[in-house]
């Protein structure tokens, strides 16, 4: 089993950077470099939206709406996967959510997910 | 983008009641479609990868099927632990990634 926890989830005002974290534990450890993992948001009483994913092998996306603005990374020494919000706008409004990637077949999928974290852009 | 769909948007149906949700691809996109289950408050749950096959702890109540542009999620027997939106996921266009818009269960 699995167990993924976001942190860094504020209200802060449109412009400027957030900085979003996910721990991973699990079974002998959960070490984030060695899986696939992503970021997917949910708007306030809205449906689920992709967001971005890092692939273990370092090839790495975004959806159309966060492109240029969002980065998504590995940090190995704290053994996070992190996303920098940069831009941020009202509609970034959200919580979001961590999920592992199982992309070893030819279907990829998020089966294991954390709690979320929301974050409020609001001035 | 490959754009999905889902019908109906919302559901109310009674312990025991058969249910099947409906999720259609905007192209063909093969059996690459994953289906999540919400209750509220938490974190989605994978319930079928690959259109039909059954994540492991999941009950079998919890059928997928279809390929191409159109698929089915079917609850055989509903429990009153069913409550929650359940989405489907498109993976074809790998490393993009599409949700329907989602169907919620009220029991």
């Known amino acids: ?13 449109p412009g400027g950077s957030l900085r979003l974290s996910c721990a991973g534990s699990g079974f002998a450890g959960f070490i984030v470099s060695r899986h696939s993992m992503g970021w997917v948001r949910q708007a306030p009483g809205k449906g689920l939206e992709w967001v971005s994913i890092s692939y273990s092998s370092g090839i790495t996306s975004y959806a159309d709406s966060v492109k240029g603005r969002f980065i998504i990374s590995r940090d190995n020494t704290k053994n996070t996967l992190d996303l920098q919000m940069n831009s941020r706008r009202a509609e970034d409004t959200a919580v979001y959510y961590c999920a592992r990637v199982f992309a ?20 | 983008d490959i ?25 063909s996109i093969s059996n690459y479609l994953n289906w999540y289950q919400q209750k509220p408050g938490k974190g989605p749950k994978l319930l079928i ?7 492991s702890g999941v009950p079998s109540r919890f059928r997928g099927s279809g390929s191409g542009t159109d698929f089915t999620l079917t609850i055989i027997s509903l429990q009153p632990d069913d409550l929650g939106t359940y989405y489907c996921q ?11 818009p989602g169907t919620k269960v009220d029991i």
Not at chain 2, 49 to 55: I, V
């Open chain 1, 104 to 123: 070893a077949s030819a279907v990829d999928y998020f089966d294991y997910w954390g709690q979320g974290t929301l974050v409020t852009v609001s001035s």
């Open chain 2, 49 to 55: 990868f690959g259109a039909s096959s059954l994540q």
């Open chain 2, 90 to 100: 498109q993976s074809y266009s790998s490393p993009i990634f599409t949700f329907g």
């Open chain 2, 3 to 27: 754009q999905m769909t889902q019908s109906p948007s919302s559901l109310s149906a009674s312990v025991g009641d058969r249910v099947t949700i409906t999720c259609r691809a905007g192209q």
């Open chain 1, 1 to 13: 089993e699995v167990h993924l926890v976001e942190s860094g989830g504020d209200l802060v005002q």
